[in-house]
């Protein structure tokens, strides 16, 4: 059996990618902060016939990133897809002397898959298949604070490592969706009564289009026509007016 490691992996998007992973015949490796979410959700995998391994990780440490990476490198049972879908909205400010939040962030959704994918990569490579899905954001094309700026650094490194493996038998793809019904957005403290409905995408429905476009060595996988076309607009548009429409999103959020 295929063997999938999802980080994140038990609430949002990456039980999602769990899920949908499971129903395609992987075996999967969750790794998160809760044993008790984690301990719940892998029962629930495992009453549908799934082998499920548990790795209670905290991803901002970098103890418990050399714990997962050393899992991602064992050859022994190799992993054929990595999901690096860890990550969190950030309530802080790019000017708040107060860097302890900046630091974590850039430490989950930064370093680690960093960290994780070049793990995996080597074993990937040598067997000449293997897919590594980074969770972006099209938040990477606006000017929102560190949120933005890590999804930006996300989704250019994910092109980055997809040139260098070309060739190999081995994808990248970064996943750019936007607004998602999960508990997200609770913990970013982002009022949704403020974001149209016609902007919000469904967990399972974009990992499906996920894994299509994976299936297809896609490096850019962005869900549904709008958030295709708004990304599009997103490029095209003057600097000074993603600017505009940045502020105008930010008042979404709690002060």
């Given at each position: 059996?295929?063997i999938?490691?999802?980080?994140?992996?038990?609430?949002?998007?990456?039980?999602?990618?769990?899920r949908?992973?499971?129903?395609?015949?992987?075996?999967?490796v969750?790794?998160?902060?809760?044993e008790?979410r984690?301990q719940e959700f892998?029962?629930e995998?495992?009453s549908d016939?799934?082998?499920?391994?548990?790795?209670?990780?905290?991803?901002?440490?970098?103890?418990?990133?050399d714990?997962v990476a050393?899992?991602?490198?064992?050859?022994?049972?190799?992993?054929?897809l990595?999901?690096?879908?860890?990550g969190?909205?950030?309530k802080?400010?790019?000017?708040n002397?107060?860097l302890?939040?900046?630091?974590?962030?850039?430490?989950?959704?930064?370093?680690?898959?960093?960290?994780l994918?070049a793990?995996v990569v080597?074993?990937?490579?040598?067997?000449?298949?293997g897919?590594?899905?980074?969770?972006?954001s099209v938040?990477?094309?606006?000017?929102?604070?560190?949120?933005?700026?890590?999804k930006?650094?996300?989704?250019?490194y994910s092109?980055s490592?997809s040139?260098?493996?070309?060739?190999?038998?081995?994808?990248?793809?970064?996943?750019?969706?936007?607004w998602?019904?999960?508990?997200?957005?609770?913990?970013?403290?982002i009022r949704?009564?403020?974001?149209p409905?016609?902007?919000?995408?469904?967990?399972?429905?974009?990992?499906?289009?996920?894994?299509r476009?994976?299936d297809r060595?896609?490096?850019?996988?962005?869900?549904?026509?709008?958030?295709r076309?708004?990304s599009?607009?997103?490029r095209?548009?003057?600097?000074?007016?993603?600017?505009?429409?940045?502020?105008?999103?930010?008042?979404?959020?709690?002060d």
């Open positions: 059996m295929p999938a490691l999802v980080t994140g992996g038990t609430a949002g998007i990456g039980a999602a990618f769990a949908a992973l499971a129903a395609r015949g992987y075996d999967l969750l790794v998160a902060r809760t008790s984690l892998g029962a995998l495992e016939g799934r082998r499920v391994e548990l790795i209670v990780a905290d991803l901002g440490l970098r103890a418990d990133v714990r050393a899992r991602l490198a064992d050859t022994s049972h190799p992993i054929d990595l999901v690096n879908n860890a969190y909205g950030m802080s400010r790019l000017g002397p107060d302890a939040e900046a630091d974590d962030a850039l430490d989950v959704m930064v370093r680690a898959p960093l960290v994918s793990a080597p074993g990937m490579r040598e067997r000449g298949r897919a590594i899905v980074n969770v972006a938040a990477g094309y606006l000017s929102m604070g560190l949120y933005s700026s890590i930006a650094w996300l989704r250019v092109e490592l040139n260098e493996l070309t060739g190999t038998g081995v994808t990248v793809t970064a996943l750019m969706p936007g998602v019904h999960t508990e997200f957005h609770d913990r970013a403290a949704k009564s403020s974001i409905g016609w902007l919000w995408l469904d967990a399972d429905a974009l990992v499906a289009s996920c894994l476009d994976v060595g896609k490096a850019l996988s962005t869900p549904s026509v709008r958030y076309f708004l599009w607009l997103l095209h548009l003057p600097r000074s007016t993603v600017r505009w429409v940045s502020r105008k999103l930010s008042s979404s959020r709690h």
